[in-house]
Every structure is written in C-alpha cells, then in structure tokens.
C-alpha cells in the first residue's frame, strides 16, 4: 500500500502542474544594426510582483528561442547578452496559450552608457559560464547556500551534499573566486547563510588544464560564490551543543574570516551519533540523516582551511584536517557454499573495537611570474594510527554433518603510516599560437608499520580435522617509495587537427617485511619464530611509456581521437632467502581511439595490471588448520578492453536533464582464486589465470524541473543502473560460470510550495538474479524496495518541522535476520534571541526503533548475509548560537 501511495503521489503531482502550464513563448533575436541572428542570448520569464524568476532559455544559433509550459498569468520577458542592452516585453497570453513575438531587436551598449539602477538580470549564460543572481530565487529566512543551490534551474543537490549541475559534477567550490575547503564542498554549503551570496556562477574547472585540451563533455564544473559587498569584509561563526537520552551527544562550531585577499575558515565538532546526525551550520542546526552505518562510532573531528593571495602572481592555499574516531561492532553472518552435492554452512558472531587516529595536510601553491607561465606546487602529508581488538566465534556444519566444528579467535593490535606525495608541474606556452608543453615531476613515500597478536582455538567434532590452537604474533613493516617524470607536449597542426604526446618515466619499489611467532608456552613469550609463515617481499618497477595521440575537431560538437601507448615495464621480484627471485620485462601496444558527436561520446582504450606479488610468492603458507594459501609466481599480468558510451543531454527550455553512462570491460588473464574445500571443511586457495570475465554497467540520470505555478515548484529525480557479468571460479576442480544481473531504479520528487513547505517522496527497487553454468548450482534471485518521505514545513515564523520517514524491505535473508525496517525521524527547531541569533532544537532519531543494517548478496558458489550493529532510537536536544560581524 505505501507504494502504490507513493508511486500516485508522484503521478499525480506531475499530472497537476503539467496540466496547468500550457502557455508558449517564441521569437528570433537581431543585433539592431547588422540584422545578424544573436546566439546564447538569455531568455528569462520573471514574476510581475518580485522578479523572481520562472523559467529561463538561451538562443540557439540562429537567435530562435521557445519556452514552453508556461502557466497562463501576466509576466515580462527579459532578454539580455553581454555587450547589448536587455530588452523588457510584457507577456499576456490569449486564449490559445501562444505569444509570437516574430522578430527581436537588441541595441548594442555604448562605453559611456550607464546601467539602469535596479535593473536585475537573474541569469547569464555564456559559452561555458552561468551566473545566477541570488536575489532572484527567494529563500526562507536564515536559509544556507545548499538552499540555494537548490533553487538554482539545472543544479541538483542530494541527501549527502553532492552537487550537479545539468548533469555535470561539481570539483570544489571557491568564495569570491578563492578554494574554500576543496575536499569537503559541504563546509561551504552547509555553513554560509544564503542572504550573504549576491552571485552564484558556475563555469568549467580548467584550473590543471589551461591550453583546454579536455573536451567540454569531460570537464568538471566549479561553483564560485560571490557575496554582496557588505559581507565581503568581517567574521561569521556558529556554535551547536546538543545532548540527549542514551547518553547521546553532538557538539560542532564553525568560524570564518573574509578580508580582501585572505579566508581563513575553521571547523570543529564531536558527536558519538555514528553519522545519524550532522551539524548544518545554520537554520535547523542539528538535522538526522537516513539510516545509520554499520556500527557506534564517536568522533572528533576538525579542518582548518586558509587561503590568501600573497601577491598577484603567487597564490596560496592550505587546508588542514583531522580526525578521531572510536568505533564499536557486532556483526552476524551467515555463509552458504555448495560444493557438488554438500552445502556448507558458517554461522559467524564477530566483535569488534577500534580507534583510528587521522591528521592530513594538503597545500597547493601558483605561481604565474608571466603571461605564459605557469608552476604549481602541491604537497600532501597524512599520518594515522589505529589500534584494534576482536573476537570472533563461528560455526560451521554441512548436508551430513550438523556439527563439523567450532572455531574461536581473538585478535588485538595497532599499526601506523605516513604519507608523504607531490605534483610539481612546469607549463609554459610556446610562440606557436595554442602550442605549450607540461613538464611534471610526482613523488611518493609511504612507510607504514604493523604489530599483532592472533588466539586461534578450533574445536573439531570430526576425526578427520583435528582440534588445534594457535598463540601468533605477526610484525609487519613496509615502505612504497614512487617517483616520476613526465613530459607533455601539444601543437596545433592545423586549426582542426592537433597532436599531443606524453612521455613518461616511472619507478616504484615496495618492501615488505612479515615476521611471525608462535607463543612460548613456557615463558609466555612470542620467540618461536616461523619461518614458513614469514616473509621478505621487494618490489622494483621500472616504466617507461609513450603516447602519441591526434585530434581532429570537425565543428565544435563533432571530434575524432586516435592515440597509442606503447609501454615497457622491467619488475624484479625478492620473495625470501630461501627462493628465487624473479624477474620480468614487458613491454605492451596499448591503443585508445574516442567519437564524440554532439551529446555521444563513444571510446575504447586497454590497460594492463600486474598481479601482486602476494600472490607470486613460490611458497605455502598454512594461516590455520582451516585456510592454506599457495602462491604461483606463473600468473601472468591481467589484460582490460575498455568500450565506454556516454550520452548527455540538457535542455534549458525544458530544464529536462538526461546522463547515461554505459561501460564494458572485457578482461584476459583475469586472475582467480582456485579452491580447494575439504569434506572437513578447510579451505586452500590458490590464484590462478582464466579468460572469458566480462562485466557491463549502466548509470541514467534523469531530472526535470516544471515550471513554476503559482506557488508550487516540482523537480522529478530518476536514477537508474544496471550492471551484468559473466565470471567463473573453480572449487575442488570444477569449472563454473556465474552469470549475474542486477537493476536498480530509483525516483524521486521535490514539490515546494512557497519556500515554506517541502515534500519529498521517493521509491526504489533492487532486482538481483544470479544463474549457474556448468554447475549444479541453485539459481538465485531477489527483489528488495524501499520507499520514503520527507517533509519539511516553517510554520509558524521562526520555527521549523522535519519528519523523514524510510522503508526497506528484503524478502530473501537467512532465518534470524531481519527483513524489514522502518525510520522514523523528526526534527524540531525555533529561533530565539535577538535578530534569531539562538536557535533551540529537538531531534527525534528512529522513533519506532527499528533502525537496522543487512545485506544479502551472492558471490561465485556461496550466499552471504551480514547484519551490522547499528545506533538506534535517541532524543537529543540542540541549541545553536549565530554570530557574525561585517564591514
């Protein structure tokens, strides 16, 4: 019932709005004095009363626009270009809905021209750039950016803060055209008021690639937000406590500082709501999210962004974070695994304790000393320290026998690593026009140490598997070292054909010592060494490549490329004293070739992965009486054809967005792990090479933005993916095939009436199915659906009501798992104090305490389901204090 009530929501929503907007508006722009046809000229309809904005379009390139659906009331018309005057035109509509405005002349702007005060423009489309003016998409009071955005035509913000716009992504966000907190966009979003922003302009990241060699359809977009004059200078703060039933509790603050050429930004927050909560920053505060991850986690957390122009030609930006988390897990599993005519089962119970401890340093440094030259600098540093605990108790039976054995473990240890990388680039332009070469140098190293201790009792019940306990330590050292040069050259041959080429040299080496012990039973000390279950691995890679590739741009919107990557590659690999070494030199002819004709791009490209050297190891080694692995230094290096077809489509008359994404790989030499399952149910593993995987993915993204009517405004949200493959395994020497399929589709709605009340309904369905050959193996297949509504209301003045409500359904688990769960969520906050300064909340997580986290799944010839410890219902009370003072 909840879906068919859902699914008539949405229907019937789009039914009304459709219904009720009819009318159409068409006419061709002239430049007033050649008579020549005006290309990408903004075309917005605007409200009488406010100026805020219906719908908008641009010309295409014969100056012809139409904008359609358009509900039947008296608006203007605005047209407007950079360089001309904008033109205003009453709009009044007769009883056919149609308004023919034939030909439209624009005067073009004289120097001495002065714009007419009051005069708003709420979009500006250039070639590859929008500007939207704030003031004409209204927002409720002490609304954020991310409100904003989500008033903005053509931009999509989901749950979790990520941002498209007309289907393309966004790579950061800038404040007044600097980075603000460039591997976080939400910080932004999540903690500026919207009243602040006067611009919001969006235009393609070009920042690492400025000859443009990458296509239009490939670039990334950057979100810059201008503020109004009198924000542009002063200090903006916001401070959250919050605490509440369960011994609950969440604490954030937020501080930034705006001054001519500098930002300085800082974030702080701890919380132990295991990412059930989050921190908004503004109007609501604290907000619940969806249902919770698996586990209870308390964090601290904190970044500190800071950016400043120390002249005109060298520009700075750091952006310091850190992190402390402890988190805590109980997971139940079942394992079912046919084997010929036995099913196996594994009944598992796993416990688990852990702190990690994270701290990253990332800084970028420009430099242009002249018009043609460009150094970039970009250090990264990161250090962690984890420390873990766990105990884990399973047990496992099969067809014959209810009891085969019982195994319990326990496991405690910590480990550490640093990180240390960078990219130091040299552009420079040559004195051919569009010709430049790149020279760039990348370094990394990164050690990381390991210290831990296994108890191992398995307790078996039949006389082949004997009973056995194992007191271990491991120590594990490593260290990856990689340096590399490259050179990039481009040179206009023609102006439709160009060619590029790419050298490049490279060398990696990986070390890795293993020290493991048995436990001296009589001194209690880890000094028995092993030597079978240790090891001494190094690695060196050399690599050298060349890629020459050429480009021919037949229009603007229809191109060719055609590349080839010859590659050579020169490993030697140390396993221990006591083996071989082994060395090996390959060299490869990898070609690439793309189409891309208007909204298509169709492209091909191979690679190559080396198998690790893991799994080249010429030894065994027996973990425990329940798992061996053998290595097998005879794997040969996996072998990828890559087929990728890419469609994007947007319509700015109809705001109708299409992305669909399909992919296919086509694998030689994929490497699989053969396996040995004994009557006892031990396990050997050994990787080996087999042909013949190929895997397929399909991702469509569909959205649609209707036209305003009267108070109400609708978007549509569809997403929709789809995967198949085709893989094998091999268990006690039988061949299989495992064919899979899996669709998921997913709509939403977005209906707002008057930027006060908001609905959200959605649905999804998951359909899996999984099909054996050359196996007596089960066919499987499941269907899991989820449906939800949110709904968000600001009634009356200063208060604001959020309920979340989620379902989710699985029909196919294991017996003592469950199978459904409803979220309930509300959230309630008002504003108090002077000017709404204080902000006091009440947050209601999982109100009918059924929050849960499982999954089902099939992987080669066994069924799994997992189902994770998840935080459930709590109370929590918020308060939020808003402080900021500008010049």
């Known amino acids: 019932m909840r879906y068919i009530f859902t699914f008539l929501l949405l229907t019937a929503s789009i039914l009304i709005l459709k219904a009720q907007n009819h009318g159409t508006v068409k006419a061709t722009v002239f ?34 626009f139409t904008l359609r659906n358009l509900r039947q009331e008296p608006s203007r018309l605005l047209i407007s270009h950079v360089g001309y005057q904008s033109r205003h035109i009453s709009l009044k509509f007769n009883s056919e809905g149609l308004i023919d405005l034939g030909k439209i002349l624009l005067n073009t702007k004289m120097l001495t021209e002065v714009v007419v005060k009051g005069e708003r423009v709420p979009v500006i489309i250039k070639k590859d750039a929008i500007e939207f003016d704030a003031e004409a998409f209204k927002t409720r009071p002490n609304a954020l950016v991310e409100d904003l955005l989500r008033k903005l035509p053509g931009v999509q913000v989901d749950l979790n803060g990520q941002i498209t716009v007309n289907g393309r992504d966004i790579s950061k966000i800038k404040v007044n055209g600097k980075t603000f907190f460039a591997n976080d966009p939400t910080i932004a979003t999540r903690n500026l008021e919207a009243n602040m922003i006067s611009k919001v302009q969006v235009y393609d990241d070009r920042d690492d690639d400025p000859d443009h060699l990458v296509p239009d ?3 990334k977009k950057i979100i810059n937000l201008k503020f109004k004059k009198k924000f542009a200078k002063g200090i903006l703060s916001t401070l959250g406590v919050g605490g509440g039933t369960e011994d609950r509790y969440a604490g954030a603050g937020f501080l930034a500082k705006f001054q001519d050429d500098l930002q300085l930004s800082a974030r702080l927050g701890a919380d132990n709501l295991s990412n059930t909560g989050f921190f908004t920053g503004n109007y609501g505060g604290f907000n619940t999210f969806q249902f919770g991850n698996g586990g209870l986690n308390k964090t601290n957390s904190g970044n500190l962004d800071f950016t400043k122009d120390i002249t005109k030609k060298l520009k700075l930006h750091i952006e310091y974070r850190f992190s402390n988390t402890i988190s805590d897990n109980t997971t139940h599993s079942r394992i079912q695994q046919n084997i010929s005519d036995t099913m196996f089962n594994t009944l598992t119970e796993n416990i688990q304790h852990h702190r990690a401890n994270e701290q990253t340093l990332h800084a970028e440094t420009e430099w242009k000393p002249d018009s043609l ?7 990264d540093l990161a250090y962690s320290y984890n420390n873990s605990k766990s105990s884990t108790g399973s047990i496992k039976s099969n067809t014959y026998f209810p009891l085969l054995n019982t195994d319990t473990s326990s496991n405690r240890g910590s480990s550490s690593s640093f990180q240390y990388q960078h990219s130091l680039s040299y552009y420079r332009k040559l004195n051919k026009k569009g010709a430049s070469i790149t020279i760039g140098n990348s370094v990394g190293i990164h050690p990381e140490n390991s210290l831990d201790f296994n108890t191992d009792n398995l307790l078996s019940y039949i006389a082949a598997l004997a009973s056995d306990t194992l007191r271990r330590s491991a120590k594990n050292t490593s260290n990856d070292i990689s340096a590399g040069l490259n050179v990039a050259y481009h040179y206009p041959i023609t102006k439709k054909l160009s060619g590029d080429i790419v050298l490049i040299g490279l060398h990696d080496q990986n070390k890795g010592d293993l020290l493991t012990y048995d436990e001296n039973l009589k001194t209690g000390l880890y000094t028995i060494f092993l030597p079978d279950q240790s090891s001494n691995l190094i690695r060196n890679l050399w690599g050298e490549s060349v890629m020459p590739q050429l480009t021919y741009n037949f229009t603007d919107n229809i191109s060719i490329k055609a590349g080839v990557t010859a590659l050579g590659q020169q490993i030697g690999n140390h396993f221990n004293s006591y083996t071989n070494d082994l060395n090996q030199n390959f060299f490869y002819t990898l070609p690439s070739a793309e189409v891309h004709v208007n909204d298509f791009t169709l492209s091909y490209s191979e690679s190559v992965q080396q198998p690790s050297i893991n799994n080249l190891q010429p030894i065994t080694i027996v973990y425990s009486p329940l798992y061996t692995f053998i290595g097998n230094p005879d794997l040969k290096p996996t072998y990828f054809n890559n087929i990728n077809l890419e469609y994007r489509k947007y319509n700015y008359q109809t705001h109708l967005n299409i992305n669909i994404n399909s992919h296919i790989v086509i694998e030689k030499n994929t490497i699989v792990n053969e396996q040995t399952i004994t009557p006892e149910g031990a396990n050997i593993t050994t990787p080996i090479n087999r042909n013949g995987r190929f895997t397929a993915y399909l991702n469509g993204n569909f959205s649609m933005q209707f036209k305003k009517r009267n108070k109400w405004q609708l978007m549509l949200v569809s997403n929709l993916s789809a995967a198949a493959g085709h893989n094998f395994f091999i268990v006690n020497g039988q061949n299989g095939f495992q064919n899979t399929q899996n669709i998921i589709f997913k709509p939403e709605l977005d209906l707002d009436w008057n930027d006060v009340v908001t609905l959200e309904p959605s649905y999804n369905i998951n359909y899996a199915i999984t099909k054996y050959q050359l196996v007596n193996y089960p066919n499987t297949s499941f269907t899991t659906q989820g449906a939800g509504m949110a709904a968000d209301v600001s009634l009356p003045v200063n208060f604001r009501w959020r309920v979340s ?18 979220l309930l969520d509300l959230s309630i906050s008002k504003r108090i104090q002077k000017d709404g300064k204080g902000e006091i909340g009440l947050i209601c997580y999982d109100m009918l305490n059924q929050n849960v986290s499982f999954s089902h799944y099939v992987v080669a010839n066994s069924i799994n389901d997992v189902q994770n410890q998840v935080l459930k219902r709590y109370v929590l009370l918020t308060y939020t204090y808003h402080f900021n003072k500008f010049k």
């Open 373 to 379: 030259t460009i150094i970039r600098y970009v250090p």
């Open 217 to 219: 359809y490939q670039v």
């Open 805 to 822: 409500y989620n379902y989710n359904y699985n029909p196919l688990v294991a017996p003592g798992f469950q199978r459904s769960a409803n």
């Open 31 to 64: 430049d007033s004095l050649t008579n020549q046809p005006i290309p990408l000229a903004t075309v917005s309809v605007l409200e009488l009363k406010d100026s805020s904005l219906v719908s908008y379009t641009v010309t295409d390139k014969n100056g012809v």
